[in-house]
């Protein structure tokens, strides 16, 4: 190793914000599309969904949505940002 390997880094990191919930790409990663809605929320429903209004279950915004069958994952995350919204999650702290 030289010794630019033991230099500090350049930005000072700090403390790692926990946030609530998972990303809802991860949720919709672990499923196999096309899918119906009644399986998503059979399999999922119970998963904590981040959203901008903190953090919500799976199986509530699922009754939000009208939809029933979903081709590709994208067209069912379309509708989950179109109940739950998009922009800046909070964190634990706020």
């Known amino acids: ?5 033991d230099e500090e880094p350049a930005v000072t990191l700090g ?5 609530e919930g998972a990303p809802l790409a991860r949720v919709t990663s672990r ?6 809605k009644s ?4 399999l999922e429903g119970d998963s904590v969904v981040r959203t901008p209004d903190g953090p919500q279950e799976l199986s ?3 009754e939000e949505i009208d939809e029933t069958y979903f ?7 379309n509708h989950v940002r179109a109940v739950i919204g998009t922009g800046p999650i909070p ?3 706020e």
């Open 91 to 93: 964190t634990a702290d």
């Open 31 to 36: 499923l196999v599309w096309p899918k119906e």
């Open 60 to 62: 509530t915004i699922l």
């Open 15 to 19: 403390e790692p914000t926990p946030v």
């Open 1 to 5: 190793m030289s010794d630019e390997d």
């Open 39 to 42: 399986e998503i929320d059979r």
């Open 71 to 77: 081709q590709r994952h994208q067209e069912f995350e």
